[in-house]
């Protein structure tokens, strides 16, 4: 019996690492036992509360048919008695006050506050659930082939005249931000949000990539200059005014320059620090390359988690290209 319960327990542990059930759970997909504490609106955010369908209920009475026959009893008997007066006929009393009310029906209406269709509309249900994961993203390089799009090795070296574009995914209802850094002059590029997508609404949706630049629009493409390209990823659980896109800016389709000190303090001090991440509590998984003693092949892909519980508001991380001659 010990041999039987020996040799199944040998098949069960054989069977989680062909399954890679026994593997740690990716912290990108992972959900919390509690959910998080949020903190005290940074400087430079705004809090984006629950944004839900405000009801409005309105009230009114009608007086049923039946009400309105019992009245008419009442007037015609009332008008009938010897020992009122005629002013007493007219006058209702205490007593008719009270049944009359008892026969009134309350009729209710309902009107909905209309809502900004830009913004994105969160049940309560969704909103909790954004609260039982780490705040992360994943990012991917693409590269186009034939007129495909394909996962590029983002270690690589890349040359100049090679295009690429980003595919960016995060994993709870986010703003998301991508600014651009030109290494010689310092100057800053808002990428995304951007008006020729997502009519220029920073707003994402978990689990549902984008690509930047979209497809039918120009991808980047690298100058003759060598050296690193920059691009920070901010995604974050609060607005970031500074980065957001006015109307203006959208209708005349340009692309709006961030100054160093439109950044709220914390933000510029990581993007322009030489760390990747923000914070030690990020968590980096780079699937870029094929894990040894496997037959997986290598995604292509980086996933990057804060699993800080002091302060789980947003990522600041800093892709950094290399661009060779």
Same mark, same amino acid.
């Given at each position: 019996?010990?041999?039987?319960?020996?040799?199944?327990?040998?098949?069960?542990?054989?069977?989680?690492?062909?399954?890679?059930?026994?593997?740690?759970?990716?912290?990108?997909?992972?959900?919390?036992?509690?959910?998080?504490? =949020?903190?005290?609106?940074?400087?430079?955010?705004?809090?984006?509360?629950? /944004?839900?369908?405000?009801? *409005? #209920? &309105? !009230?009114? %009475?009608?007086?049923?048919?039946?009400?309105?026959?019992?009245?008419?009893?009442?007037?015609?008997?009332?008008?009938?008695?010897?020992?009122?007066?005629?002013?007493? =006929?007219?006058?209702?009393?205490?007593?008719?006050?009270?049944?009359?009310? /008892?026969?009134?029906?309350? *009729? #209710? &209406? !309902?009107? %909905?506050?209309?809502?900004?269709?830009?913004?994105?509309?969160?049940?309560?249900?969704?909103?909790?659930?954004?609260?039982?994961?780490?705040?992360?993203?994943?990012?991917?390089?693409?590269?186009?082939?034939?007129?495909?799009?394909?996962?590029?090795?983002?270690?690589?070296?890349?040359?100049?005249?090679? %295009?690429?574009?980003?595919?960016?995914?995060?994993?709870?209802?986010?703003?998301?931000?991508?600014?651009?850094?030109?290494?010689?002059?310092?100057?800053?590029?808002?990428?995304?949000?951007?008006?020729?997508?997502?009519?220029?609404?920073?707003?994402?949706?978990?689990f549902s990539p984008i690509v930047v630049p979209p497809l039918g629009q120009p991808a980047f493409t690298l100058d003759n200059v060598p050296g690193e390209e920059r691009i920070a990823v901010i995604c974050s659980r609060d607005?970031?005014?500074?980065?957001?896109?006015?109307?203006?800016?959208?209708?005349?389709?340009?692309?709006?320059?961030?100054?160093?000190?439109?950044?709220?303090?914390?933000?510029?001090?990581?993007?322009?620090?030489?760390?990747?991440?923000?914070?030690?509590?990020?968590?980096?998984?780079?699937?870029?390359?094929?894990?040894?003693?496997?037959?997986?092949?290598?995604?292509?892909?980086?996933?990057?988690?804060?699993?800080?519980?002091?302060?789980?508001?947003?990522?600041?991380?800093?892709?950094?290209?290399?661009?060779?001659?």
């Amino acid at each position: 019996m010990y041999r039987q319960g020996a040799r199944a327990l040998i098949f069960v542990l054989f069977a989680f690492s062909i399954l890679g059930l026994g593997q740690q759970l990716n912290p990108f997909t992972a959900v919390l036992t509690e959910p998080i504490t =949020r903190s005290e609106v940074k400087a430079g955010r705004k809090r984006d509360t629950l /944004k839900i369908k405000i009801l *409005e #209920t &309105t !009230t009114e %009475s009608k007086i049923t048919a039946e009400s309105a026959k019992q009245n008419h009893s009442r007037s015609k008997s009332s008008s009938t008695a010897s020992n009122q007066t005629k002013s007493n =006929r007219h006058k209702p009393t205490k007593s008719d006050q009270e049944k009359q009310e /008892k026969v009134v029906t309350t *009729e #209710t &209406t !309902t009107k %909905s506050t209309p809502v900004d269709s830009n913004t994105v509309t969160l049940t309560p249900e969704e909103s909790a659930l954004d609260l039982r994961r780490n705040i992360g993203i994943k990012y991917q390089v693409l590269a186009e082939k034939d007129g495909e799009l394909h996962p590029d090795n983002p270690n690589r070296v890349y040359h100049s005249g090679e %295009s690429f574009r980003l595919k960016i995914e995060a994993n709870i209802n986010a703003n998301l931000y991508l600014v651009a850094e030109d290494a010689r002059t310092g100057e800053r590029r808002l990428l995304f949000p951007n008006y020729k997508y997502q009519r220029g609404v920073e707003r994402v949706r978990p689990f549902s990539p984008i690509v930047v630049p979209p497809l039918g629009q120009p991808a980047f493409t690298l100058d003759n200059v060598p050296g690193e390209e920059r691009i920070a990823v901010i995604c974050s659980r609060d607005e970031i005014p500074a980065l957001q896109l006015a109307p203006v800016e959208a209708a005349s389709g340009v692309i709006k320059l961030v100054a160093s000190r439109a950044l709220p303090p914390d933000i510029e001090k990581t993007v322009g620090s030489q760390d990747e991440a923000g914070s030690r509590d990020f968590v980096i998984i780079d699937e870029t390359e094929q894990k040894a003693g496997t037959n997986k092949p290598a995604e292509l892909g980086v996933y990057v988690v804060n699993t800080s519980k002091r302060d789980n508001e947003e990522i600041v991380y800093v892709i950094r290209l290399k661009h060779g001659d």
